[in-house]
């Protein structure tokens, strides 16, 4: 059983590979975009990060996204009904959540096969 740790700092690594299931968390660089937008921003950092891992969205297994505010609920699914595989989409849940950088309006966990 070998864990990678893509760009591992102390506090934290970009990613982490497991028995190839990819292990990530995506927020958006955008911070100043209404929520559609950093969804959407976020998102296109998750896709970034699995062709660089040797996968794509289509094997994503698990997402969970952590929302600040509810009424952006409508926003944040244009964005991933737009995004998501078609015939591929993974369990996903919606969380809200107080994030910790006032900016983020979205936060996304995701882990997917390689």
């Known amino acids: 059983m070998s864990i990678t740790r893509i760009d591992p700092e102390h506090r934290m690594s970009e990613a982490v590979i497991h028995n190839d299931t990819i292990y990530y ?11 559609e937008a950093q969804t959407a921003n976020a998102l296109a ?9 040797g996968s794509d969205k ?3 297994l698990d997402a969970t996204l952590f929302l600040v505010d509810k009424a952006d609920f ?4 244009r964005a991933w009904d737009a995004w998501v ?15 910790l950088n006032p900016k983020y309006k979205i936060e996304i966990k995701i882990i997917a096969a390689r």
């Open 74 to 77: 409508p926003a944040m699914n």
């Open 25 to 35: 968390t995506s927020v958006p660089e955008n911070l100043d975009a209404d929520a």
């Open 45 to 53: 950092v998750i896709d970034a990060i699995l062709i660089r891992l």
């Open 85 to 99: 595989s078609p015939g591929n989409a993974p369990v996903r849940c919606t969380v809200q959540a107080g994030l």
């Open 58 to 60: 289509s094997k994503i």
